[in-house]
Each structure stands twice: as structure tokens, then as C-alpha cells.
């Protein structure tokens, strides 16, 4: 989650130094690891005591509930907001739900997004860009539903080459699941086979 820290540091990186909204995000995950980094660890010993970080799990409620809820079968499909309410539940995290929901609706329909795409985007729907590229974007990226390239392009004047990132929709995150649900599937099938014998 965003600390007040945290907030209170990008508005002076983002008037002062940087144009390109990918490229500002990386700078910001950066100050906010050194920042982090000078404060006394409260984890000797072990993990914190509050649970999983919300940043680092999947939500999943009763499996039963969500089928229900969800009213899948093989011929249905399971919508994009659905999927998303996994990684990002409305039910305590509804604005970020909402806001991926919009990003990724655009990214699948572009299927590329450079810089000024998403900034356009951000200003369009009114967001936070300290949310969007703190939460949302790493999020995304990290579960496997968003992938992040390097674009070379050349200066006109220095003729010096230079990067920008863009972002690409991914399958890891079908291609993970696929696999999970495979090897389990096939675990149960062993365990049944071996009960008959």
C-alpha cells in the first residue's frame, strides 16, 4: 500500500524531472526503496504478523460462492471484471478494481500503450497517477496479466539512442493457472487411481 511518505515524495519527482509516465513510475518504485530501506526493520525474527501483504496474494473467496456468483460453465466465459476481482477484490479494494478494469479494458482494446497513452488515459478518467503507477501497473505486471518492453528510439539532434517502455497485455497469468490446474487436476486423478488399485 502507499504510505503518506510515500505520497509526498512523487508530486516533487513528477513537476521537477520527468516527462515520460513509465519511465517516472520506475523512478519512483526506486526513491521509495531507498526511502524504505533507512527505516528500522520490524520483521526480526520473522514475517510481520498481520497476514499475507495484500500486494504479494490472490483473493479467493468460497470457490462454491464464486461459482454461484459468477454463473460459470464451460460454454460461458468468465469476464474480464471478474478475473480482476482476484487480483484486485471490490470488496476491499474497489477503487483499484474499478481502475484496472478501465486500464486493462483499453490496453486489450489497443493492445499497446506507450507513455503518453496512458497518461492521456489517466488524465481522461480523472486518476491518480501515484495510484495507477504505485499500484495498479506493478500489480498487474507481477500477477502475469501485463508485460513491460523497451522501445528504442533515436534523438533527432544528438542522433544519441534512448528507451521508452511500453506495455503489452501477457498470458503468464493463463499460462500459470493452466499449468496449476493441470498438475492438480492430475495429482487427483493419481490419488484415485492408486485408491482403486
Do not use: C
Not at 466465459?77 to 474497489?94: A, D, G, S
Request: net charge positive; aromatic share 12%.
Amino acid at each position: 500500500m502507499v504510505s503518506f511518505k510515500y505520497q509526498d515524495v512523487i508530486p516533487e519527482i513528477m513537476d521537477n524531472k520527468h516527462h515520460n509516465d513509465i519511465e517516472y513510475a520506475s523512478e519512483v518504485v526506486q526513491v521509495v526503496e531507498r526511502d524504505n530501506s533507512k527505516k528500522p526493520s520490524s520483521n526480526v525474527g520473522g514475517p510481520a504478523s498481520r497476514g499475507v501483504p495484500s500486494k504479494e496474494s490472490i483473493w479467493f473467496d468460497d470457490i462454491k460462492r464464486l461459482r454461484d456468483n459468477w454463473a460459470y460453465h464451460k460454454n460461458v466465459r468468465v469476464e474480464l471484471n471478474q478475473i480482476l476481482e482476484l487480483v484486485f477484490p471490490p470488496k476491499y479494494q474497489q477503487k483499484y478494481h474499478l481502475m484496472a478494469i478501465e486500464f486493462m479494458g483499453l490496453l486489450f482494446e489497443k493492445q499497446v500503450l506507450r507513455g503518453d497513452d496512458i497518461g492521456a488515459f489517466i488524465r481522461e478518467k480523472e486518476f491518480s497517477k501515484a495510484t495507477f503507477y504505485n499500484v495498479i501497473l506493478p500489480r498487474l505486471r507481477r500477477v502475469g496479466m501485463v508485460r513491460l518492453e523497451r522501445e528504442a528510439f533515436t534523438h533527432e539532434r544528438s542522433k544519441q539512442k534512448y528507451y521508452k517502455k511500453i506495455v503489452r497485455p501477457s498470458t503468464q497469468f493463463s499460462r500459470f493457472w493452466e499449468h496449476v490446474a493441470s498438475e492438480y487436476n492430475s495429482l487427483v486423478q493419481t490419488a484415485k487411481a492408486r485408491g482403486s488399485d
